[in-house]
């Protein structure tokens, strides 16, 4: 059984930044990949950033491209979000979820429906 507890959120001001870690605990990290997703109110959760479970690759949604960096450290079993340049449309619940399957094994997918584990998320607000 996986676990995965967010941290990081909070309130920050349009433009500016904030850092997202996912720490997981009760499996090989290292063997699946990893995805941080969010919600915002009354919208469907969807995918943001996902990276493998070598840290060699990774996938953004194309609104977060240039500004969120997704990166892990399977010694600390840490994924994390660095999210700059931030802008009120990134305010939403941030959850982060891992990928066990095969498919996890060998790459990423941006389908929700194809993770595991979630973790229960962590809110970021960008005030105007």
């Known amino acids: 059984q996986v676990q995965l507890v967010e941290s990081g959120g909070g309130l920050v001001q349009a433009g500016g930044s904030r850092r997202l870690s996912c720490a997981a605990s009760?499996?090989?990290?290292?063997?699946?990949?990893m995805g941080w997703f969010r919600q915002a109110a009354g919208k469907e959760r969807v995918f943001v950033a996902g990276?493998?479970?070598?840290?060699?690759?990774?996938r953004y949604e194309d609104d977060v491209k240039g500004r969120f960096t997704i990166s892990r450290d399977n010694v600390k079993n840490t994924v994390d979000l660095q999210m700059n340049s931030l802008e009120p449309e990134d305010t939403a619940i941030y959850y982060c979820?891992?990928?066990?399957?095969?498919?996890?094994?060998?790459?990423?997918?941006?389908?929700?429906?194809?993770?595991?584990?979630w973790g229960q998320g962590t809110q970021v607000t960008v005030s105007s």
């Open positions: 979820a891992a990928d066990f399957s095969p498919r996890g094994f060998l790459g990423i997918t941006v389908r929700q429906v194809e993770y595991d584990a």
């Open positions: 009760g499996r090989a990290f290292s063997t699946y990949a």
């Open positions: 990276i493998s479970r070598t840290g060699d690759s990774t």
